[in-house]
């Protein structure tokens, strides 16, 4: 599947939606031929024989100055905390909205490191990947967790303790959770989350039931990030800080700069 105008994504999901399922989480990546990895195991970075010291050392760091921390053993919430800072977890970011998830893909248009590669949006079929990895009977069937459920908790522990007992089920499992942290930030985003309590890649292990790729050529990327801004999807829509207004200003005013130079 291709992706060459905001008309296309928006046809595709619709018809995702229509044979698949109604709630489908998307994800941006600058480069498609990078696999869906959360951070914390990718093997550049060489962090995951240090994630229970990295994660542990932030709580003891974190806890005296943040307000309205989450409490000592939600382990979930601290991971997306951990996420939202920066730190390297075994979460991977997802969106509900397609919109956000094609900004995330096109942003850095002019990053040198991605000028010669597509880039692409995933779309995850949440409810089909939790009743694969966590099978439920019909009762429960096609639940996607809330951040703070007990089976995403147990898929958190890890991260924390090591040799934790955990839910057997929850054992060598990737599951797809909604946020519902309180953040801003996260909440313009629409944010969601697969945790990976396993080291298995996603995009090797299931096909077009349950994840599916649309490429976007590498010489769409301005043409889509103009139309976004068009939508009001921009720099400070997505990134809603002081600091990032700031510098959507800042370039606004630069390009009519530029354009005003040319012009003369």
Not at 72 to 101: C, E, F, V
Not at 179 to 207: D, G, P, V, W
Request: hydrophobic share 35%.
């Amino acid at each position: 599947m291709i992706i060459e105008t905001i008309e296309d994504l928006l046809s595709i999901v619709r018809e995702l939606s229509e044979t698949h399922e109604k709630r489908i989480f998307f994800r941006g990546q600058p480069d498609s031929t990078k696999n869906l990895i959360p951070s914390i195991q990718r093997p550049e970075y060489k962090f995951y024989e240090s994630e229970v010291h990295m994660t542990n050392n932030f709580y003891v760091k974190v806890k005296p100055v943040l307000k309205d921390s989450p409490r000592k053993k939600n382990y979930a919430a601290w991971l997306s905390l951990m996420q939202h800072y920066g730190l390297p977890t075994r979460l991977l970011d997802w969106s509900i909205s397609p919109l956000i998830a094609l900004y995330f893909a096109v942003e850095q248009y002019e990053n040198v490191k991605y000028m010669k590669s597509d880039a692409c949006v995933w779309a995850l079929f949440p409810k089909t990947l939790n009743d694969r990895e966590i099978p439920r009977n019909s009762k429960y069937k096609g639940i996607v967790y809330p951040s703070d459920d007990r089976i995403v908790n147990n898929m958190a522990v890890r991260a924390f303790k090591e040799d934790e007992p955990i839910d057997k089920r929850c054992e060598d499992k990737i599951i797809a959770c909604y946020s519902i942290e309180n953040n801003l930030r996260m909440y313009k985003q629409q944010s969601a989350f697969t945790i990976h309590n396993s080291k298995r890649i996603m995009n090797r292990l299931y096909t077009d039931d349950v994840l599916i790729q649309m490429i976007i050529p590498s010489n769409k990327r301005k043409y889509l990030l103009d139309s976004l801004e068009l939508l009001g999807i921009t720099r400070s829509f997505v990134y809603p800080d002081i600091e990032n207004i700031a510098a959507e200003v800042k370039e606004y005013y630069q390009r009519k700069y530029d354009v005003n130079l040319q012009r003369e």
